[in-house]
């Protein structure tokens, strides 16, 4: 289904990360991919599932040192010419603002969170777009509490709102280039990252219990609606915020 597209997959940290799990499903499909890592220390975790992944480009990203960005587009420039589509799956709040009430998030933790989990996706937009000359799709991942108040997801919930606002924007700005951009929003999924919401336990537990399929979504069931969303079946859509959570958002 994906033979012959090319892509970058942001975001992966270990085996049972989000962007893993798309990863996998996108190479099942026949995908090629670029994998990046945040740093030093994480390359030893993420390369060896870069490595049974096939990707051809494996390049260190940590969006907040300048610079890094745009060396790796270049690079995907280089190597591959074009780019057929981007996983954006990574953010972050510093813990101190993430655990208290979002109107004591300080100024700095709110833009950090924010330059994060919502600029470098329209950053990634932006490098994108000259190499997506037949198209693409580009795509981020939010979570029901962008929507909706949900106890403990706290500052995160103002920011992902942000990014679901930015996924329209830029679909509209990038439609007449065949561009299509996405959220995908899962539901709880027990990563690294969502570890650092406090009370995550009671949030999955409830979850599971009120979810019409009482259980949680799994990274596999992501990576199919993500491969989707990325191939053609999908060409009728673009903007929208698809909800990958057992059905939880009708009736949390």
Known sequence: MLKGKRGLVVGVANADSIAYG???????????LAVTYLNEKAEKYVRPLAEQLQAQII????????GQLEALFERIGRDWGRLDFVIHSIAFAPRADLH???????AEGFA?????????????????????????????MSYYGADKVVG??????PVKAALEGAVRYAADELGEKGIRVFAVSPGPLKTRAASGIAQFDELVQMAQERAPQHRLVDIAEVGRVVSFLVGGASSGMTGDTVYVDAGLHNVA
């Open 152 to 157: 403990n997801y706290n500052l995160m919930g």
């Open 112 to 140: 950090q969170a924010m330059h994060v989990s919502c600029w470098s996706f329209l950053r990634m937009a932006k490098l994108a777009e000259p190499l997506m000359t037949q198209g693409g799709v580009l795509v981020t």
């Open 100 to 106: 208290g009430r979002v109107i004591d998030c300080s």
């Open 59 to 66: 390049a260190p990203l940590d969006v907040q040192q300048p």
């Open 22 to 32: 798309c990863a996998v499903k996108l190479r099942a499909f026949g995908a090629d």
